[in-house]
Nanobody, 125 residues
Framework: QLQVVESGGGLVQPGGSLRLSCAYSGITVDYYAIGWFRQAPGKDREAVSCLSSSGRSINYAHSVSGRFTISKDNANNTVYLQMNSLKPEDTAVYHC??????????????????WGQGTQVTVSS
């Protein structure tokens, strides 16, 4: 049975950092592409970052490149999004997701099936 426990969100001042985590059980994240997505009020869901199943391909949205880092710990079946230099425009609900990229390395096009419940990130002074 799939279980995803997402954590790490909160309120942070501009320039601060947060690390989001998704602990998976029921699937082995080593076999899947991993994505992080966010949705701000009144806006469409946005892809923030992804990591291919092989671990060799990583993508970042232009808006977060250089500030966010995606990673996964296969031993603990957990995925992470380290967020530094946070800005008010990063405020959103963040979701992790795992999916199949069919070994293509094209993680933006993976079929993301296994979603976390979401965690609120608020960047405000």
């Amino acid at each position: 049975q799939l279980q995803v426990v997402e954590s790490g969100g909160g309120l942070v001042q501009p320039g601060g950092s947060l690390r989001l985590s998704c602990a998976y059980s029921g699937i082995t994240v080593d076999y899947y592409a991993i994505g992080w997505f966010r949705q701000a009020p009144g806006k469409d869901r946005e892809a923030v970052s992804c990591l291919s199943s092989s671990g060799r391909s990583i993508n970042y949205a232009h808006s977060v490149s250089g500030r966010f880092t995606i990673s996964k710990d296969n031993a603990n079946n957990t995925v992470y999004l380290q967020m530094n230099s946070l800005k008010p425009e990063d405020t959103a609900v963040y979701h992790c997701a795992a999916g199949t990229d069919y070994g293509s390395g094209d993680c933006p096009s993976a079929d993301y099936t296994y979603w976390g419940q979401g965690t609120q990130v608020t960047v405000s002074s």
